[in-house]
Nanobody
């Protein structure tokens, strides 16, 4: 199962982006059995989990993004989304999707750059 992330780009502080992730391969029931999440990694920093969503769309967020980011999932299409509002320069990172515990192969990620 290979995730493919998209939707990143360059945006000014205060702007918004919507990231998408599609899982190719695998079967829907496998995707649906996992709590899925969005991660991000900045240069020189460890990859951090910023948002998760269970199959029934119970969500959790890191304190740094709470109130600004919204995670959603489409179980039938094996897709994961991250709506990012009120972006800050410190949100600049490569964003990845995977299960909450990183069970799948890692994709290439999508670069988000927020200018001040």
């Amino acid at each position: 199962v290979q995730p493919v992330e998209s939707g990143g780009g360059l945006v000014e502080a205060g702007g918004s982006l919507r990231l998408s992730c599609t899982f190719s391969g695998g079967i829907t029931s496998v995707f649906n059995s996992y709590c899925m999440g969005w991660y991000r990694q900045s240069p020189g920093k460890k990859r951090e989990l910023v948002a998760t969503a269970t199959r029934v769309k119970s969500t959790n967020y890191a304190d740094s993004v709470k109130g600004r980011f919204t995670i959603d999932r489409d179980n039938a299409r094996k897709r994961l989304y991250l709506q990012m509002n009120s972006l800050k320069p410190e949100d600049t990172a490569v964003y990845y999707c995977n299960s909450e515990t990183g069970d799948f192969s890692w994709g290439k990620g999508t670069q988000v750059t927020v200018s001040s």
